[in-house]
C-alpha cells in the first residue's frame, strides 16, 4: 500500500483544497491530511475561521481523505513521515523546496495551486463585500 501525506490548514473549503487532495490520492492508496490545529495556526498567527474539531469533520467527509491528524509543530514532518510510514509527501508549489528535506524518508512532491482560488482570497472578497 502506497501512503500519501499532505499538510494545511483548510479553512473556508474550496476548490483548490478538493483539488490537492484529489491529486494526492491519486498519487497513492491511503492519504494523510495533517490538519493545522488552532494553537499551531495561533504560533503561525494564523486564524482559521472553523476550528480544528470542525475542519476535521469537514476534511474526514471527503472521499479522497483517508485519515486526519492533528499538525502541531512546524518539526513534527520527518517524525509523522516515519510513524505512518509514508510513501509520498505532499504540498502546493508554494512551498517548493521547503520540505526537500524529507527526501531521505521518503518522495516529495509539490503540486501546482489552482489558479485565482485561495482561502486568503476568499477572505479578501468577503471583506470587501461586507465593507464595501
Given at each position: 500500500m502506497k501512503k500519501v501525506i499532505t499538510y494545511g490548514t483548510f479553512d473556508l473549503?474550496?476548490?483548490g483544497h478538493?483539488?490537492?487532495l484529489r491529486r494526492a490520492k491519486a498519487m497513492g492508496d491511503y492519504l494523510i491530511v495533517a490538519l493545522s490545529t488552532d494553537e499551531f495556526n495561533a504560533l503561525k498567527n494564523k486564524k482559521a475561521y472553523h476550528s480544528y474539531e470542525n475542519r476535521k469533520i469537514?476534511?474526514?467527509s471527503i472521499r479522497y481523505v483517508d485519515e486526519v491528524i492533528p499538525e502541531e509543530t512546524w518539526g513534527q514532518k520527518a517524525q509523522d513521515v516515519?510513524?505512518?510510514d509514508i510513501d509520498l509527501f505532499v504540498m502546493?508549489?508554494?512551498w517548493k523546496g521547503e520540505f526537500d528535506f524529507l527526501s531521505a524518508h521518503c518522495d516529495v512532491v509539490?503540486?501546482?495551486r489552482t489558479i485565482g482560488i485561495?482561502?486568503?482570497k476568499?477572505?479578501?472578497d468577503l471583506n470587501k463585500v461586507n465593507n464595501g
Open positions: 473549503l474550496h476548490t478538493i483539488n490537492i469537514i476534511l474526514e516515519q510513524k505512518h502546493g508549489d508554494d509539490y503540486l501546482p485561495s482561502t486568503t476568499i477572505k479578501k
